[in-house]
């Protein structure tokens, strides 16, 4: 299938097998640079679940390009909690278009801070349509703000520099992740959200299922480094709901870390569907101090970990995955017609089933899987918010090579889950907009990407 060929076939849904894949590996010489964009709301706009009273700090989208002298790749991160729909394309289209590349060699992510903006343009176009409608997102800065980060990609080509090594490390991170599904004896399971103020008990359970190692990957000319990737899975946020914009404990440990080394730093949310700080957070100020600490710790000690060795060639897979949508429960999508054209229903909840409907919409045509392959490091790309489960899988698979895993692309699934998770209940199953099945697919796309039968 050519190029062209297969872009169109997934964007529109064409003649694509669940979990195919597509690899390019080059040799030629290879260069990289990198980009900032201010990605802040305004006071007033919508965050999370409510309007922005403060900006604590102003949120980002960071990345880089690479150039192999035949093609170019761009890895870009943003402070945003989730970006859904026809809104990740809008970001990913138009970063390619601005360094001259398929919309297939681009990703892009959530940090996931929740103290930022969920984005879904596509269910407030859908909700405009209707009677009584309430603009609850700007459509003119989703426009604006991916101009800028566009015109920031661009720019960023006349900076392109050379590098021969890439490096990696890695550190455990003391006291900051715990799984938020503590078990319990009928088979269940209890939550632990991203604080246990008032609830002492949760605090005493232990961590669970986590990764412990923050993964960080770095490119580097001549043993000089010029930019660092770093990967961790956990939630990012020790607060919200309170109106205030922040960058949260990986924002400002990424920032600090950029301040103390004059190195670009990337921080990229691993597989933390089912992880967050709960057991060592209680919404304070000092907690959120700690935490940051902790996790700039790992940052550090990850750094002083790492090895370089020379840049082999670029290979760059594209696994495209059907997830099945549900359609049950809130995820019908006549129950969600009916509330979208209910105009005495809450305009916030006639948003959301805007995008319930648009989720189902996208998730009816494949979704991208995409790794980037130097030598024996591999970082995977993967949509929604899966389980940490499935970063364990991946580095299994490859247990002598760096795997490091970004989750948070496109979060049209929501919550991805394990079958398992379906069975105990609790709240990332309820939160999940595909089916049970889809952990088959997803592990059969990681192995597609990974060169595993």
């Excluded at 290879?30 to 309007?51: C, E, N």
């Excluded at 490096?167 to 503590?182: C, L, Y």
């Excluded at 993964?215 to 607060?239: C, D, E, M, N, W």
């Excluded at 189902?360 to 979704?367: C, H, M, S, T, V």
Aim: proline fraction near 6%; charged fraction near 25%; include cysteine.
């Amino acid at each position: 299938m050519q190029r062209r060929d297969f872009l169109t076939s997934v964007l529109i849904g064409g003649p694509l097998f669940a979990a195919s894949v597509r690899a390019e590996k080059t040799t030629a010489s290879l260069r990289i640079a990198t980009f900032q964009s201010d990605v802040t709301l305004p006071l007033g706009h919508m965050l999370y679940r409510k309007p922005i009273v403060t900006i604590e700090q102003p949120l980002s989208a960071k990345g880089i390009v690479l150039d192999d002298g035949r093609r170019r790749y761009v890895l870009c991160t943003v402070d945003w909690c989730t970006i859904r729909n026809s809104t990740h394309l809008l970001f990913r289209a138009k970063l390619a278009k601005a360094v001259g590349t398929d919309v297939s060699n681009v990703t892009v992510h959530c940090v996931h801070q929740h103290t930022a903006p969920s984005y879904d343009g596509e269910a407030q176009k859908r909700f405009n349509k209707e009677k009584d409608s309430v603009r609850i997102r700007d459509l003119k800065f989703l426009d604006e703000v991916t101009d800028r980060l566009a015109a920031a990609a661009k720019q960023s080509l006349s900076r392109l520099e050379p590098f021969d090594q890439i490096g990696t490390g890695q550190a455990k991170v003391d006291r900051v992740a715990s799984n938020r599904r503590i078990p319990t004896k009928d088979g269940k399971v209890r939550w632990r959200g991203s604080s246990t103020k008032g609830h002492p008990e949760l605090r005493e359970e232990p961590e669970g299922l986590i990764d412990p190692l923050l993964k960080t990957i770095t490119l580097a000319k001549a043993g000089k480094p010029l930019v660092r990737l770093h990967y961790y899975a956990t939630h990012p946020q020790s607060f919200y709901g309170d109106g205030r914009t922040s960058i949260d404990t990986a924002g400002m440990a990424r920032e600090k870390l950029q301040e103390k080394e004059n190195v670009f730093q990337i921080y990229f949310t691993g597989c933390a569907g089912d992880v967050a700080m709960g057991k060592y957070n209680d919404r304070s100020r000092r907690a959120r101090d700690e935490l940051t600490a902790r996790l700039y710790a790992g940052m550090e000690a990850a750094v002083a970990a790492t090895k370089l060795v020379p840049a082999k060639a670029i290979e760059w897979r594209v696994a495209p995955v059907s997830l099945p949508p549900r359609t049950d429960g809130k995820y019908d999508p006549a129950k969600n017609l009916a509330i979208l054209k209910d105009t005495k229903a809450k305009p916030n909840d006639r948003l959301s089933a805007a995008s319930r409907i648009s989720c189902a919409e996208r998730l009816k045509r494949p979704l991208e899987l995409t790794a980037l392959k130097v030598g024996r490091v591999h970082i995977l790309h993967l949509p929604g918010e899966p389980m940490v489960e499935f970063q364990l899988y991946a580095q299994k698979q490859k247990p002598e090579d760096f795997v490091a895993v970004a989750g948070y692309g496109l979060g049209s699934p929501g919550y991805i889950c394990t079958e398992k998770a379906f069975d105990e209940g609790g709240y990332e199953p309820s939160a999940s907009a595909v089916k049970p099945c889809s952990e088959g697919l997803v592990k059969a796309g990681i192995r597609q990407l990974l060169g595993v039968k």
